[in-house]
Structure formats: structure tokens, C-alpha cells
């Protein structure tokens, strides 16, 4: 999906680029930090990871032309990474990258003007799940379900001390029940995205699609969200918010689910109005 650009570099006092957050030279664990025009000493921040059906591992710079104006212009610290695709690593990999990108910024955030009281997160399509599942599994180290156990944080880079637990999350048209995928009622085949990022065929890995899920996660836990999509989604259909929204009210956690009239999966959902509400939710969610 081809990314909308908001970029607009006059907007942008600073900048650091490639950044390693893992400490290995891998261009899929690097990241960019960008600080807007203010007269602030320090920013806080917001991550963006990029959708690709997790297939690229070097997408940072259109993560941050999609959704980075519209932070920048809230006052936020913007920082779009980099992580292993799909062909890179098999799951949880992916979630341990974002992790340990959290745990990079919180560690060295006195190096780049960056506040960590607030971290924010959010991701477009599989940027957005991923943005999801690190925000739902807050404070947890390996989850069950079934025959299937993953190691949640992994041990990625320098700063396992860190932690990596984030305080708000946007969802834009991300995946979040593998199980009821195909017609918002059943596994998507082995030819899937998912079918690579887990490296088997989902109906025969239910055990192991639950722990892709974000709604597997969800207790009081995790923190607050706002869901968008739009209701023409051809390639993640609407309903995987409805889902998701669903669980979310039970634990009080979703602030809003707005759903786009005729949204396709980027065009039309992507615009003025929800990209305002994703800084407003920010800007109340941080408290600046």
C-alpha cells in the first residue's frame, strides 16, 4: 500500500537517522527520531511502525511520511522504526523488535530531547498490529495458549532493564482475531501473510494464531486506544476493529472506534479528520 505523504521537513527542528536500537549494524533495527519547531527543551514521544504484511524490513521513512505530520505538529517526538519482515524471522520476532525499540528509547532518552513519562504508539495495517500486540502485553514475559508458548520481550539489544510498556495506542485497519479473518469468520489459507509470519498454515497453527492476535491480550493491563478503519477495506476487513472494539469496552479501555464511510485500506480513511483525532487522543492521552 502506497504510503500518503504529510511530511513536511520545515516542521522538523532536528533529526537523527539509522539509528541502531539493537546494537547489531541490521538496517531492520534501525530507527529515526524527528523533534518539531517548538520552544521545548524535551518531547514526548510517539513510535510509528509502518504496514507491509510484515514482507519489509526497511519501511521506517514511509511510516513516518503516512503519520508523522500530524504528530509533529501536536508537539510530539516522532520516532519511525525499522523490524525483521516476515522472511527475516518468523513470529514473535517482530514483537520483540518493537520492544526493543521501546527499551532503546527509554534508555537513552536524554540523548535525543525525549520525555519517556508518555510513550505513545501507533501503526498502520500489519504496523498497527504490531503497534497493538506490544501495547497488550504490557509487563508480560511469555504467554500460553494452548500447546503454543511464545517469549513475549525477547532479549533483543542492550537495555533489557529498560521496559517497554507503552501509554496509548492508535490502531489504523490492523488485524487483531487471526481465527476470524476470512469473512470475518474464519483462518485466512496458507498462502496468507500470516501464513509466512508464522511459518505454517493458520488453520492448523490456531494455538499459535491466538498468540498473533491482539485481542488474545487485552485485560486491565493494557492501555487505552483509538480504532480506525474504513468499512470498504478490501484487504483487512472493518470488522477486525468491531472485534477488537468489542473486547476493548469490556476492560474500559477504548477511548473511540471510528469507522471511515467508504475507507479503503489507507485511502479515504487516511485524512484531516482522523488524523487529527489520532494527535488529539495523544495530546489527552499524555496530558500536554
Known amino acids: 500500500m502506497?504510503?500518503?505523504s504529510t511530511s513536511n521537513t520545515k516542521s522538523i527542528s532536528k533529526q537523527w537517522l539509522d539509528i541502531n536500537y539493537a546494537d547489531d549494524g541490521k538496517a531492520y533495527h534501525k530507527l529515526d527520531i524527528y523533534l518539531p519547531e517548538?520552544?521545548?527543551?524535551?518531547?514526548?514521544?510517539?513510535?510509528?511502525?509502518?504496514?507491509s504484511a510484515w514482507r519489509h524490513n526497511n519501511a521506517k521513512k514511509f511510516g513516518f511520511e503516512t503519520l508523522g505530520q500530524p504528530l509533529l505538529d501536536a508537539g510530539f517526538a516522532v520516532i519511525s522504526i525499522?523490524?525483521?519482515?516476515?522472511?527475516?524471522?518468523?513470529?514473535?520476532?517482530?514483537?520483540?523488535?518493537?520492544?526493543?525499540?521501546?527499551?532503546?528509547?527509554?534508555?537513552?532518552?536524554?540523548?535525543?530531547?525525549?520525555?519517556?513519562?508518555?510513550?505513545?504508539?501507533?501503526?498502520?495495517?500489519?504496523?498497527?498490529?504490531?503497534?497493538?500486540?506490544?501495547?497488550?502485553?504490557?509487563?508480560?514475559?511469555?504467554?500460553?495458549?494452548?500447546?503454543?508458548?511464545?517469549?513475549?520481550?525477547?532479549?533483543?539489544?542492550?537495555?533489557?532493564n529498560a521496559g517497554s510498556a507503552v501509554n496509548a495506542v492508535v490502531d489504523w485497519f490492523a488485524p487483531t482475531d487471526f481465527t476470524r479473518f476470512k469473512d470475518c469468520n474464519t483462518t485466512n489459507g496458507a498462502t496468507s501473510p500470516e501464513a509466512a509470519l508464522i511459518n505454517g498454515d493458520p488453520a492448523s497453527n490456531l494455538d499459535m494464531l491466538a498468540?498473533?492476535?491482539?485481542?488474545?491480550?487485552?485485560?486491565?493491563?493494557?492501555?487505552?486506544?483509538?480504532?480506525?478503519?474504513?468499512?470498504?477495506?478490501?484487504?483487512?476487513?472493518?470488522c477486525q476493529s468491531l472485534f477488537f472494539a468489542e473486547k476493548l469496552k469490556k476492560h474500559n479501555l477504548l477511548?473511540?472506534?471510528?469507522?471511515?464511510?467508504?475507507?479503503?485500506?489507507?485511502?479515504?480513511?487516511?485524512?484531516?479528520?482522523?488524523?487529527?483525532?489520532?494527535a488529539d487522543f495523544f495530546i489527552k492521552s499524555a496530558g500536554v
Open 2 to 4: 502506497p504510503a500518503i
Open 211 to 238: 498468540l498473533l492476535s491482539p485481542l488474545t491480550y487485552v485485560t486491565h493491563n493494557a492501555p487505552h486506544f483509538l480504532l480506525i478503519h474504513g468499512d470498504a477495506d478490501e484487504l483487512v476487513p472493518h
Open 82 to 160: 525499522n523490524h525483521r519482515s516476515s522472511a527475516d524471522a518468523a513470529w514473535p520476532a517482530q514483537l520483540h523488535d518493537v520492544k526493543a525499540a521501546v527499551r532503546f528509547i527509554r534508555a537513552n532518552a536524554h540523548f535525543y530531547n525525549i520525555d519517556t513519562s508518555f510513550i505513545g504508539i501507533t501503526g498502520y495495517s500489519s504496523g498497527g498490529h504490531l503497534a497493538s500486540v506490544a501495547a497488550v502485553t504490557n509487563g508480560l514475559h511469555k504467554y500460553t495458549v494452548g500447546s503454543a508458548t511464545i517469549d513475549v520481550e525477547g532479549s533483543i539489544g542492550n537495555y533489557a
Open 255 to 278: 477511548d473511540e472506534l471510528i469507522i471511515v464511510p467508504n475507507g479503503q485500506h489507507g485511502p479515504v480513511t487516511f485524512n484531516h479528520l482522523t488524523f487529527k483525532k489520532m
Open 38 to 51: 517548538s520552544a521545548k527543551t524535551v518531547y514526548k514521544p510517539v513510535i510509528v511502525i509502518y504496514g
